[in-house]
């Protein structure tokens, strides 16, 4: 079983930690510092609950004026990448959490932490409640950081604004009118970095999700501009590609009345537990008379909590068939509870989708 990430704010971080706060706070005070941090409650505490402590503990040894606090965790930030380098670390978040928390009342002085902070750490939780509170203001801010010459201050630009940013406030303003998100999207549809592309893709699927005729106008748009633009729309499209939307799946030259056929689909058992894996297989055929693309895909319909069941899609294949030749796929689906997904017993279908439409299904039953 994998460690758990809480578990990395261990002796060695605080170690490699204090040693950096040593470095750059004057008279640093470590003993309080980890006294604050490793009180009563830290074994019982969840990842971002270790996280808030850490970031209350800066807060009891640095000074009270924000604007000179906020230098120093910048400071800090600096002495990180010139040991580590630039990059996306993650357990150091606690840093622009200390910005989110005690530069809520101070824009000019929290933009400029960021802008140096996400360097290192991401600020894409952190800047939100400003994006709530200074809303024109921080989205000036964004659009300017999109045409930064660091490619971690540009991801900020997007991903910070994501309407549906997963374990983050969600942005209730943008999830009603994206409007104000699509400039700085089409300022990084090029981007050479990869981080950024994925982060305007993903931003792009948040908005498809309460506005599908704004995203699919973009992806007809940016189809063809250049390599990344290509990469990204494809990423951006997926929910609509795995609800079978029909205008997408021809932008991607996939046609939901091309023929095939999916026989003998066959699971491993037709009753397992939690905590175990179903495997299953099945057959694909192109019943078209001339080599078409096709994409394959697989459904499970989980029952939740209230005994109703979601659907959950989950990608098999998409590639050019010839017409008439058998393809066997084998696969394996795991029932093991996660942080992002936890399971109920019951009856559960499985399916499998060609081009978003529904071929054949098996139903099993999943049990304590």
């Not at 045409?147 to 201050?153: I, L, P, R, S, T």
């Not at 491993?268 to 994409?295: C, D, M, P, V």
Request: net charge positive; hydrophobic share 40%.
């Amino acid at each position: 079983m994998a460690e758990p990430l809480k578990n990395l704010y261990n002796e060695t971080f605080f170690g490699e930690l204090n040693n950096i706060n040593a470095h750059v706070i004057r008279g640093f005070n470590e003993k309080l510092f980890m006294r604050t941090v490793l009180d009563v409650e830290w074994q019982n505490c969840a990842l971002k609950q270790r996280m808030r402590k850490i970031t209350l503990a800066y807060h009891k040894v640095l000074p009270t004026d924000f604007e000179v606090s906020a230098e120093i965790i910048v400071h800090i930030v600096k002495e990180f990448l010139r040991r580590k380098g630039e990059g996306l670390h993650f357990l150091p978040m606690f840093l622009p959490e200390y910005i989110e928390l005690f530069g809520i009342h101070n824009l000019t002085v929290s933009v400029r932490a960021f802008e140096e902070i996400t360097k290192f750490t991401s600020c894409e939780f952190a800047v939100r409640p400003f994006i709530v509170k200074y809303e024109q203001k921080m989205m000036q801010q964004m659009l300017r950081w999109s045409m930064h010459e660091n490619q971690y201050v540009r991801r900020l630009s997007s991903e910070g604004c994501r309407p549906r940013l997963p374990w983050a406030m969600a942005l209730p303003a943008f999830k009603k009118d994206p409007s104000p998100i699509l400039p700085i999207l089409e300022n990084l549809k090029s981007d050479n970095s990869l981080t950024v592309r994925k982060s305007v893709a993903n931003n792009l699927n948040d908005i498809s999700k309460d506005h599908p005729a704004v995203v699919l106008q973009i992806l007809k748009q940016w189809k063809g501009f250049s390599w990344q633009t290509d990469w990204m729309i494809k990423h951006a499209g997926r929910t609509l590609l795995k609800k079978g939307d029909v205008t997408t799946l021809k932008i991607f030259a996939l046609d939901a009345k091309h023929k095939a056929t999916v026989e003998r689909l066959k699971l491993s058992k037709t009753k397992i537990q939690i905590g175990e894996t179903l495997y299953f297989t099945f057959q694909f055929k192109n019943k078209e008379k001339k080599a078409h693309k096709f994409r394959i895909e697989y459904a499970v319909y989980y029952v939740k909590a209230n005994k109703t069941l979601t659907k959950k899609v989950f990608q098999v294949a998409e590639s050019v068939f010839l017409p008439d030749k058998m393809k066997m796929y084998t696969k394996q689906q795991q029932f093991k509870d996660l942080t992002t997904r936890k399971h109920y017993p019951g009856e559960h279908i499985l399916c499998i989708l060609v081009n978003g439409k529904e071929h054949a299904r098996q139903k099993f039953i999943l049990t304590k």
